[in-house]
């Protein structure tokens, strides 16, 4: 099976063409049975008819124009963690720990327990750790957008579709300026100064400093569909982890730390999940085939 798959990918890739023309087949048959929707009027033959005859029926169009690619705000579904849920605090709250554009800030060290070394640290201590204007800097040059669905690793169906923006990991962990002894970058937010409520997560240190052919970066995002990262959403600045199930992309983003564990630190790992699962898509059938 393994062999006849290897053997037949070149032709699978020189099909495009009609995997693409079947794709808009499929799509069409599933727009013409719209009927169930509002098209009760008109029978699914005589939309068949017009679509034949190479036109547009108005109901059809009517249909196509109520479709949404990015999902929004108000719709997003939403998982957040904490007690009290972060994004739940008041507005000066959010202020005094750092859960604002004007008081954020995001910290790159050398993890304490391993060999890791890191010439110039971002710390808040020392005064040197990043804030948002410094983000803001690192975006003219850096930013980039991308849309890419977030789904969570238990849940039946995606939490939205968004485009996403903010600034590669890589570009703030160049800032600390690591030298030798780092495998892994672990990552984690606002706990409510609890270490106990603590959620963090991990990569290795090659994802986030190159991207696998045709995959984004991993970013320190700030806005969502071209607005600013609310609270709820994570904001003022969340990691984006395209490829992955919703619990690498860490909210409230505030401490990075670099280290030579090659161990995943995760926290769905503690709660027995597969936290290296890439995303699958969610597909569903719109009709059986006869046969």
């Not at 068949?48 to 990015?70: D, F, M, V």
Request: glycine share 6%; hydrophobic share 35%; charged share 25%.
């Amino acid at each position: 099976m393994w062999k006849n798959h290897y053997r037949g990918r070149f032709e699978i890739m020189d099909n495009t063409e009609r995997i693409a023309r079947e794709h808009r087949d499929v799509t069409r048959r599933y727009f013409l049975q719209l009927s169930a929707a509002g098209a009760a009027a008109l029978s699914a033959c005589k939309l068949l008819a017009a679509e034949q005859a190479g036109q547009t029926h108005p109901l059809l169009a009517e249909a196509i124009s109520k479709l949404e690619y990015l999902t929004r705000d108000e719709n997003f579904k939403n998982y957040g963690r904490g007690k009290p849920k972060p994004h739940t605090l008041p507005p000066e709250k959010l202020r005094e720990v750092g859960l604002a554009r004007d008081t954020w800030w995001l910290e790159v060290l050398p993890d304490p327990e391993s060999n890791s070394e890191v010439e110039s640290p971002l710390s808040r201590e020392a005064g040197t750790a990043l804030d948002f204007d410094g983000l803001m800097k690192l975006a003219e040059k850096h930013a980039v957008r991308f849309m890419s669905v977030m789904t969570c690793t238990n849940g039946r169906a995606p939490c939205g579709m968004g485009l996403w923006e903010g600034v590669p990991m890589r570009e703030v962990v160049w800032l600390a300026r690591p030298k030798r002894n780092v495998r892994r970058v672990f990552f984690y937010g606002f706990h409510n100064n609890d270490p106990a409520q603590r959620f963090q997560s991990s990569l290795p240190i090659g994802r986030v400093l190159e991207d696998p052919p045709g995959e984004h970066p991993v970013v320190l995002c700030y806005k969502l569909n071209n607005e600013w990262l609310t609270p709820v959403r994570g904001g003022p600045v969340r990691v984006i982890v395209p490829e992955e199930y919703g619990n690498r992309s860490v909210k409230w983003l505030q401490r990075i730390m670099l280290t030579n564990s090659f161990k995943a630190n995760d926290t769905y790992a503690e709660w027995n999940n597969d936290t290296v699962s890439h995303l699958k898509t969610c597909a569903r059938f719109i009709h059986t085939p006869d046969k």
